[in-house]
């Protein structure tokens, strides 16, 4: 699974962990957030998130 970036802040979002703090369960794909979930640390929305190279 594909991680995500927050830009402002550098969150990296990683679907295998999830975001147990706002209940998203592991295995939760970046896509399939809703829509208005926010990065925990900066509260930016998913558009300012870039897909991480690895």
Known sequence: MVKYS???CG???DP???DPD???KPGTAFEDLPE???CPI???GKEDF???EE
């Open 6 to 8: 927050c830009i402002p």
């Open 11 to 13: 969150y990296v979002y």
């Open 16 to 18: 295998k962990l999830g």
């Open 22 to 24: 706002n209940k998203i």
């Open 36 to 38: 208005d979930w926010t």
């Open 42 to 44: 900066c509260f930016v």
């Open 50 to 52: 870039e897909e991480v």
